[in-house]
């Protein structure tokens, strides 16, 4: 499986695991190519509509999709090759991209193409996000799995920074172009995917039936306080504080810096997120892990609420610089702690159950603040998220105080 002592402490020495470095590099190509194509159909659709709720409905229609297919999606997990899910997921995810392409060409200026193919495209990312987050633990030896959650975590980011900034370079030579690098980048990640040589054991069959299997992964996640309360915090505060999705109104309308500096906006939360996760890589961060995770949560939540005040760009990119650090250090722990103190035969479906509350939230909060902000304006829908955000930190770590006193989480026991 590994080419690495579980105890060996330098913070570089888990890519001297092949199957991890193919991982992170298919990773990092899809999650790129997705971000740069969402910035392309978010300044597309507003460009066309003039309207904040288009960009909700965008969220909300990607929203169903993962929200339907994303249980069903950590069942698949946990009962096929991950390698094979991926791949097939983003071969579905680059078929969109060539819709894209079509509408973008042909024209088209209705709206529900637009939704139609976003919620194909939450099909494949109901597929990819539980059997990618399942994987790391098998990759790496569990005295590791932090460390490369936490590098996984900087590839990402940097995807998150690069892909949007690209994004909005190539728009300017239309959206078409955009969704065609998109396309190249998730074939990419597919075949690199593919090369991955880690089996990982398939349970025999279980005396359920799929329904009974989510089931049993449900009634996991309701006896274990640590879980329930790691994916209900997030969820509430990225549903509450996620602010991204009304950054082509900021850009266009408050800003003014069009998109160019909508993609400069979309990557400078990415760039506060990686340097915080190579600063945790190196660091290993495993002590206080509760009161880590619970500050994390309120630093980004004041952050928001600065970022929706600012009519600064420089202000604007430093907010959400400081709003992306303190997301990472929250995604980085939240994601261990899932991870290890699950089974292994049961990560696909836990995974699937935090992606449904946490990955379908960013869509749901996508929708929450573009009504909002038709609603009662953008700034009042994003200082409100803040505000709220704040209010759960304070109930959950009151409700979970086995959470808030989480120290070491490779003492966990799945």
Known sequence: MTDISASDPRPHAIFGVRDFRLFICGRFLSTASMQMQSV????????????PIALGYVGLFMFLSVAAFTLPGGDVADRFDRRLVLSLAYI???????????????????????????????????????????FVPFLVPREQVS?????????????????????????????????????????GGAITNSAIRTRVKIPPAEDKSALGRLVAGIHFVRRRPIVLGVISLDLFAVLLGGALSLLPVYARDILHVGPEGLGLLRSASAAGAMVTAVAVA??????????????????????????????????????????????????????TVVQLATPADMRGRVSALHMLFVGTSNELGQFRAGTFAGWLGTVPAVVLGGVGTLAVVALWSWLFPELRKLDRVADLQD
């Open 282 to 335: 190196n660091l290993s961060l495993n002590r206080k892990t509760g009161v880590l995770m619970f500050g994390a949560v309120a630093f980004y939540a004041v952050c928001t609420i600065a970022f929706g005040v600012s009519a600064n760009f420089g202000v604007s990119l430093a907010a959400l610089a400081l709003l992306g650090a303190a997301d990472q250090i929250s995604v980085i722990t939240r994601n």
């Open 92 to 134: 579905g995810q680059a078929a969109c991209a060539v819709l894209l392409v079509w509408a973008s060409w042909a024209g088209v200026t209705a709206m529900w193409p637009f939704y139609t193919i976003v919620a194909m495209f939450g099909v494949g990312r109901a597929f990819a996000n539980p059997a990618s987050q399942s």
């Open 147 to 187: 460390r490369a959650v936490a590098w996984s975590s900087s590839a990402n980011q940097v995807a998150f920074i690069v892909g949007p900034a690209l994004g909005g370079a190539v728009y300017a030579f239309g959206p078409a172009a955009v969704y065609a690098i998109c396309f190249a980048a998730f074939v």
């Open 40 to 51: 392309a159909v978010g300044w597309q659709v507003y460009d066309l509509t003039q309207d």
